[in-house]
């Protein structure tokens, strides 16, 4: 039996198919693998190529952030003005409101304040419920001056009731926002 093995190994066809069978197995094992470790590491290194950024478009980046930080600081200095600091803001509003209400000739019969929560950190929310009676002209001027003062009233809800000729009551819902 191992003669007629020996036999048969010997013959060139068989010595042919051993030898493509070796070149298969290693095209498979070992230069297929190659060749996508090589496509995979060429392709991460254009990726990585891709991410690179010359020093002077880096130094430039650099100083249009720093121009863009300077503006927003410079911005949110005059936003921190438009947002007193919280010094007793229940006692501070109504009577900042009810000189308001007199540049304009309304006469405030009621105002309370309530603190809201809020989910801002630096800022704390009040409610503003108002009672007044004056001329249905100065009523909307006031409005439009609460709407856009800079002090930075949000005007939630106005009803306007008991109208006896120009004289009309209303009922005014605000929030405020106070820096703590």
């Not at 051993?18 to 230069?31: D, F, R, Y």
């Not at 720093?66 to 503006?71: F, G, I, L, P, Y």
């Amino acid at each position: 039996m191992n003669s007629n093995l020996k036999e048969e190994l010997q013959k060139p066809i068989v010595k042919y198919g051993i030898a493509g069978a070796a070149v298969l197995l290693a095209l498979q094992h070992v230069i297929v693998p190659w060749f996508e470790w090589r496509n995979d590491t060429v392709d991460e290194l254009h990726v990585k190529s891709g991410m690179l950024v010359s020093p002077n478009e880096l130094e430039g980046a650099i100083e249009e952030l720093t121009v863009k930080s300077d503006e927003l600081k410079s911005e949110l200095a005059a936003l921190k003005k438009r947002f007193p600091k919280d010094d007793n803001s229940n006692v501070k509003l109504p009577t900042e409101i009810r000189a308001l209400f007199k540049q304009f000739d309304v006469a405030v019969n009621r105002v309370s304040i309530t603190e809201l929560e809020t989910q801002l950190d630096r800022l704390n929310l009040y409610g503003i419920s108002i009672e007044a009676n004056g001329s249905a002209d100065r009523l909307f001027s006031l409005v439009s001056k609460l709407e856009n003062d800079a002090s930075f009233f949000i005007v939630d809800r106005v009803t306007l009731y008991g109208r006896k000729g120009q004289k009309m009551k209303v009922r005014m819902e605000l929030q405020k926002y106070v820096q703590r």
